[in-house]
């Protein structure tokens, strides 16, 4: 039952709240810079930040197709947490001490962007109150319990395990049979995080151009319709949209999510959910739903709509199908039935990039001064300033301005992948994925069996993703 009342697309509900902004003006002509970042969403705005911040005598140019959080930057479910894609996949080709500081990275990624934020005086809603994710079947709970103990062996020793009463202690999950917190998360609103960071890059001094798409990278050059920019580094940083650019299209899959928001809840409805603690909120289900409570107390919540087009044609200012917003609202209802009927004020749909084999990575060519960072799949807001820092520190060690670092070392740097198979293989098994998680968590749901489902094992085995 889609509401006629709902808002569809307009980019997102964070728009609808918080102002379009106007777009800064486009490049006009060729010009120089010392990097060149292509993409203005949180990588290639983290990035300028970070550059300019540690040498303000270079140049730093921004390009930006639309403008800054068109992307996935400006529609996200305002989770900044811990949890980084590939990283599993990283303890098995570099070992397990190399993950865990990857984690520990992470960790400190999340205090990072809270930091930052303060110190810019960035108002974006920030709630520094964990993340707990809830199983609600016997074989999610065992995945739930499975994952805890994972995270604790990468060093998470602040994590804690709920049984049901606890978990409704602090948020009232029908069904719920146990959940798993930690407090390296907090939620936010993802464009007022986007747009002060891009007014914090504009006054340190950064050039940045809206309205000007990058048709080609090359070495050195970043071409658009109104002229090229010239720089010895240019660093892309465009995620979902990549496979747009001239010779990426099988590079990162650009995969759908959705969300809807609903109205703003009454008083009396939040003391039969609880969430005081305002934590992100998820589940163990093979195809997860994703949620926060915003500040103006309403829930926003996500998951997988139609997860990719064919072809890897990305979307159109985040409309989003009927049928996709009806499926956000049973998710919603199955987690809270007395929201039966509730407002669904907006919903709306962005792209992020899936790597072939799931992995998240940060690289430059020295040879060619071509960087790029992303593939988070799901989990960009805080691996993007993770990103941001240590494409940092890899432009300045080679330019000579410093040497290896920390972040230099970790183990998601400079890891190439393969391409994407060509269509319609890739559709073809984006979707064959998508739906056997959808009927493996149907089957959980109605079984008592405490084993996941043999068969969304091997789609994810075969899909890359583990
Ligand atoms: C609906 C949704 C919910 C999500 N929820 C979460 C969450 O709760 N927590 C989490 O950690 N992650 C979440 N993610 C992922 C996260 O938002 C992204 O990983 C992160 O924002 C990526 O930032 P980015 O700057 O790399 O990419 P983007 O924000 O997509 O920015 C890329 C920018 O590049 C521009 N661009 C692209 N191509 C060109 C070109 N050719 N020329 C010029 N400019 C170009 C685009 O317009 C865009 O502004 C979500 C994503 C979506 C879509």
């Not at 949890?83 to 397990?96: F, N, S, T, V």
């Not at 915003?294 to 979307?315: E, K, N």
């Amino acid at each position: 039952m889609s509401s006629t009342n709902t808002v569809n697309g307009g980019i997102s509900f964070w728009y609808a709240d918080d102002g379009l902004p106007t777009a800064r003006e486009p490049l006009t002509g060729d010009t120089t810079a010392d990097v060149c970042v292509v993409g203005g969403g949180y990588t290639g705005l983290w990035t300028a930040y970070y550059l300019k911040k540690a040498a303000p005598f270079l140049r730093v140019t921004v390009l930006e197709q639309r403008f800054c959080g068109y992307g996935a930057s400006g529609r996200n479910g305002g989770w900044l947490y811990n949890g980084i894609a590939g990283r599993d996949r990283y303890a098995r080709l570099h070992g397990h001490d190399a993950a865990v500081r990857l984690q520990q990275a992470m960790n400190a990624t999340v205090d990072e962007v809270i930091r930052v934020a303060a110190e810019e005086k960035i108002d974006a809603d920030v709630h520094h109150g964990g993340v707990l994710e809830v199983a609600y079947t016997p074989a999610q709970l065992a995945r739930l319990r499975a994952f805890h103990e994972a995270e604790l062996a990468y060093g998470e020793n602040d994590r804690t395990l709920h049984g049901a009463r606890e978990t409704a202690e602090r948020i009232r999950v029908a069904g719920a049979v146990g959940s798993s917190w930690t407090p390296h998360g907090a939620r936010l609103h993802p464009v007022k995080l986007v747009k002060g960071l891009a007014a914090a890059v504009e006054a340190l001094g950064v050039t940045i151009h809206e309205s000007t798409p990058v048709t080609e990278i090359k070495p050195k050059h970043a071409v658009t319709p109104y002229g090229t920019v010239r720089a010895p580094y240019v660093l892309r940083c465009t995620e979902g949209f990549t496979a747009s650019l001239k010779g990426q299209r099988r590079t990162w899959l650009p995969m759908n999510s959705s969300m809807i928001a609903t109205a703003p809840l009454p008083a009396d409805v939040w003391e039969t959910i609880g969430w005081a603690g305002r934590e992100t909120l998820g589940d163990m289900a093979h195809a997860y739903m994703y949620a926060q409570r915003t500040a103006d107390d309403r829930i926003a919540l996500g998951g997988r709509g139609v997860p990719y087009h064919f072809g890897s044609r990305t979307d159109n200012d985040g409309r989003t199908q009927p049928a996709t917003v009806d499926a956000l609202r049973e998710i919603l209802v199955r987690f809270f039935p007395q929201l039966t009927g509730v407002r669904i004020d907006h919903a709306w749909s962005g792209v992020l990039g899936v790597p072939r084999d799931w992995c998240a990575t940060v690289t430059l060519d020295r040879a060619t001064g071509l960087g790029w960072a992303g593939g988070y799949v799901g989990s960009g807001v805080a691996t993007a300033n993770l990103a941001a820092r240590t494409l940092r520190d890899l432009v300045q060690r080679d330019s000579g301005q410093a040497g290896a670092t920390d972040l230099t070392a970790l183990p998601w740097v400079n890891h190439r992948v393969r391409k994407w198979e060509p269509e319609p293989l890739r559709w073809l098994g984006v979707h064959g994925m998508y739906a056997t998680f959808r009927a493996a968590d149907r089957r959980e749901d109605s079984s008592h069996s405490a084993s996941s489902s043999r068969l969304a094992r091997l789609a994810e085995r075969v899909a890359g993703r583990h």
